[in-house]
């Protein structure tokens, strides 16, 4: 990877064909195209970055930028360019950005060959814990449990599906997912919820005060 990243940082910018770091669509160009004309200022291009990511997929962001910084990788798409900081370039690598329009929503859409894996070997027990125990239990409910972060004592994780927002959510944490982790990983004393329930399918939840 190393390799690819000196390449891809030369001076001049690759075109999206010659890129070996992502592919822009032609629909995709056309929107941001539109969208810099719309801002009715110079910009250089579109920022493109990883910002987070979830147990199977990462987190995007997508900005118009001004300015470049020294160690962009470009990506010249003709009218406009598309910027990536280092860290980001390395696990967007073959991933295409396209743009979606049909009667139900549009938007950007970010096709990714490369899956999130975790460096620390207690991150990646914890995520096939979940994946492999947790997750079935929760599926048949309609949720899913995304592993966000390890700490020495402590895991963060996101209650998606049908159980963002369910009155239940809590007896869930509380007495389902926390006992199973601590089953087999005692030494992890807090299991952070960090879910907005309030914008789930049940917004009337409260969390515990205690």
């Not at 390890?150 to 963060?156: A, G, H, M, P």
């Amino acid at each position: 990877m190393k390799n690819l990243l000196d390449k891809l940082k030369q001076k001049q910018p690759q075109t999206a064909e010659e890129s070996a770091l992502l592919t822009v669509t032609e629909a995709a160009k056309a929107k941001i195209q539109s969208v810099i004309e719309d801002q009715g200022m110079e910009v250089e291009g579109l920022r493109v970055s990883i910002n987070g990511r979830s147990a199977s997929a990462f987190e995007y962001g997508l900005g118009l930028e001004v300015e470049p910084n020294p160690d962009d990788v470009v990506v010249d798409c003709g009218d406009f360019k598309v910027l990536v900081d280092p860290q980001s370039a390395e696990n967007l690598a073959g991933a295409t950005i396209d743009y979606v329009e049909d009667l139900n929503s549009s938007g950007f859409k970010i096709d990714n060959p490369n899956t999130p894996t975790w460096d620390n070997p207690k991150a990646q027990a914890i995520q096939e814990l979940i994946d492999e125990r947790i997750n079935p239990a929760v599926a048949s409910h309609g949720g899913h449990i995304d592993l966000l972060d390890v700490t020495d004592d402590s895991i963060y994780i996101h209650m998606g599906g049908g159980c963002q927002g369910c009155g239940m959510a809590n007896v869930t944490l509380k007495h389902g997912i926390e006992g199973m982790i601590q089953e087999h990983f005692p030494e992890i004393k807090n299991i952070i919820d960090t879910t907005d329930h309030a914008a789930g399918e049940n917004p009337y939840y409260e969390p515990s005060k205690g």
